[in-house]
């Protein structure tokens, strides 16, 4: 029986001793299972690898999923801002504004421009092919291949509800195909003076896609001056048939639907590697404001920001003037 008793105690040893040394290589996978599940792009550089994984660092408070706008101008959690006087240029608010960076779904006010600056034939008819389907980041859409809509859907659905397979048609039946269509792109950002953009796809699902908050308030107020850019960005809701049913699209900004809100151009963003985006024009304290916000962590917080931002001009810029630069 002691020999039982010793043959035992040695295997339960021998075992301790082997789960010891597996721990450590299973606690390394598990430290991987965070970066797993933010689905980074594998082929994204590396810097937007370490970003991703470093975002919570940077700002905690904003990966709350229940944030009222609550706080002052200083606590825009956004990691880029620009708040800038249409009228007169003047900057009200700036944070980190010159840093580039992805701008996800913004890019397709740059698409809408350049799809409406060949004057084209709005009422022609584009049909979604398999060479609209997002290869790179896999997301879904309701415009199924063979799919035909109006070109003015089209850019309806790509404005209102960041429809990509939409900016993807647009693109496609330009004069000279996608290529040109890029090309356009970045000749346009160039004509407008925006030196830190560059667009490497109409879709915004790429990371290459980039600019600064400073260059994307020229890029605003250029959109702007298009009246289809200004009408499509602030719809609600829009319906459209598809294979014979009726479908209803709602806008991917949910401030164009509050009625304290005089928003004259709106649109949304998102990638892993860009955050939350959000860029508008609207009427605060009886002045015509553009707002940009760049990676915003967190299910409101981009929504939040802007909130806190228009409560800051309407108390205090509504009485003096000032520039505060976080």
């Known amino acids: 029986m002691k020999a039982t008793f010793r043959t035992l105690l040695a295997c339960f040893i021998a075992l301790g001793v082997t789960a010891s040394a597996s721990g450590p290589a299973t606690a390394a996978v598990s430290k991987k ?27 905690p408070t904003a990966l709350r999923i229940d944030d009222d706008g609550a706080g002052t101008i200083e606590q825009v959690r956004s990691a880029s801002v620009a708040v800038i006087d249409q009228s007169t240029g003047d900057v009200l608010y700036e944070k980190n504004a010159d840093a580039v960076v992805p701008i996800a779904s913004i890019t397709k006010l740059m698409t809408a421009m350049v799809a ?3 004057q084209p034939d709005l009422n022609e008819t584009l049909t979604i092919t398999e ?20 070109r003015e859907e089209m850019l309806r659905l790509a404005l209102m509800s960041s429809e990509n397979r939409a900016a993807a048609a647009l693109s496609r039946h ?16 160039k004509m407008l003076g925006l030196t830190d953009t560059r667009f490497a796809d109409p879709t915004g699902l790429t990371p290459e896609n980039v600019s600064s908050a400073r260059d994307l308030v020229k890029l605003v107020n250029a959109a702007h001056q298009y009246p289809l850019i200004r009408e499509f960005t602030t719809t609600d809701e829009y319906q459209v048939v598809i294979r ?8 991917t900004n949910a401030l164009v639907r509050k009625d304290d809100w005089n928003i004259g151009l709106s649109k949304t963003g998102f990638i892993s590697e860009a955050g939350k985006c959000l860029v508008m024009q609207a009427w605060l ?7 940009v916000l760049l990676d915003s962590w967190g299910k409101l917080t981009r929504i939040a920001d802007a909130q806190r931002i228009k409560r800051w001009v309407e108390t205090t810029l509504a009485s003096k003037n000032g520039t505060v630069r976080g």
């Open 116 to 118: 409406l600056d060949v």
């Open 285 to 291: 304290a009886n002045k015509p404001m553009i707002i």
């Open 33 to 59: 299972k965070p970066v797993v599940a933010k689905k980074t792009s594998s082929k994204a550089p590396a810097k937007n690898i370490r970003k991703a994984a470093a975002k919570p660092k940077v700002h």
């Open 131 to 150: 060479a609209d389907v997002d290869t790179i980041k896999g997301t879904h859409s309701r415009l199924a291949v063979g799919t035909q809509l109006t």
């Open 174 to 189: 330009y004069p000279g195909g996608r290529a040109a269509f890029v090309a356009a792109m970045n000749a346009k950002a």
């Open 244 to 251: 014979g049913r009726a479908q209803t699209f709602r806008n």
